[in-house]
Structures are given as structure tokens and as C-alpha cells.
């Protein structure tokens, strides 16, 4: 990873370099579970089923340079597209940025403490199984909401 400046993520996100847009991410992993959209409604249910290339345990990708080479369809997160990504959740330290809000307070780039967003109860390491092994997706709905981050402190 290249220089980061200091306290980049109060920028604003469009003045993010790609390695600092990068660092951003909390690794919570919420973006690599598949979700259940129905046709009629538009509605979106979040899935505990993990892609592929998700390590279920640590919430990490296996391969995240070469991902796009095994999962075509899986979703590069950009400045472009992330105000139309409307599943990420409130947590989220882009949607967060996106929408003006600081980060979460366990946030690593806060804390230096990766680990902080497990305790938060906020990353699916753990609590995820791999779509090679999950059979229906419509078997796997949950909702996990966003952990110890409640409404009060999302308003602050």
C-alpha cells in the first residue's frame, strides 16, 4: 500500500487516491454475501451465504487482486456507484463518508485495532457459510442489523 495521507478518511471521498479509497474498507465483509432481490417489489434480503472466495472465518477475501477473474460479477465498490449500492449498511465507512457522517468509533483507522469490527458484531466473520455448500439462498435470509451500532450514535 502507498503513502496514506494523514486522517484521509475525513476527506471528502472524491479527494481519496485508490490506496487510501482501499484502506477505507473496515473488512466487515458484508459486500461478499450474496443477496436475495425480489422482482416485484425491488426488495433486497441480506443472505448469511458467503461468495466463493470469502474466508467464512476471517471475513477476508482469498484472492482480492484476482477476483474479478472467478467472480465476474462481483462488485467494485467506486465513487461513481456507491451512492446507488443502497444494501450497504449504515456502518458502512464508504456509505458513512458518502453521506457526510464520520467513521464508526471501531473502526481500525481510528483504533488501530482491525479486530474491532468483530467485536462491533458488525463483520460476518463467523456467522457466514460458503455458497458451495448453502443450498436455496431464500433458506439463508437474516438480519443481523448493524451490531453494537445503534440509531443514537449513527445521529451524532
Known amino acids: 500500500m502507498g503513502a496514506l495521507r494523514d486522517r484521509f478518511w475525513e476527506r471528502p471521498l472524491a479527494d481519496l487516491n485508490q490506496d487510501e479509497w482501499e484502506a477505507l474498507c473496515d473488512g466487515c465483509g458484508r459486500c461478499c454475501l450474496h443477496k436475495v432481490e425480489y422482482e416485484d417489489t425491488g426488495e433486497i434480503e441480506h443472505t448469511n451465504v458467503a461468495c466463493k472466495l470469502l474466508d467464512t472465518q476471517t471475513a477476508r477475501c482469498t484472492d482480492y487482486a484476482h477476483r474479478k477473474a472467478f467472480v465476474p460479477d462481483c462488485l467494485r465498490l467506486t465513487l461513481r456507484i456507491v451512492d446507488d449500492v443502497t444494501w450497504l449498511p449504515s456502518t458502512c465507512a464508504y456509505r458513512r463518508r458518502a453521506d457526510n457522517q464520520p467513521l464508526p468509533h471501531w473502526h481500525?483507522?481510528?483504533?488501530?485495532?482491525?479486530?474491532?469490527?468483530?467485536?462491533?458484531?458488525?463483520?460476518?466473520?463467523?456467522?457466514?457459510?460458503?455458497?458451495?455448500e448453502a443450498g436455496p439462498l431464500e433458506h439463508h435470509v437474516v438480519d443481523w442489523g448493524d451490531g453494537e451500532y445503534d440509531d443514537e450514535e449513527a445521529a451524532a
Open 108 to 132: 481500525y483507522l481510528l483504533t488501530g485495532d482491525r479486530e474491532g469490527v468483530v467485536r462491533a458484531g458488525v463483520s460476518v466473520a463467523g456467522r457466514v457459510i460458503c455458497e458451495d
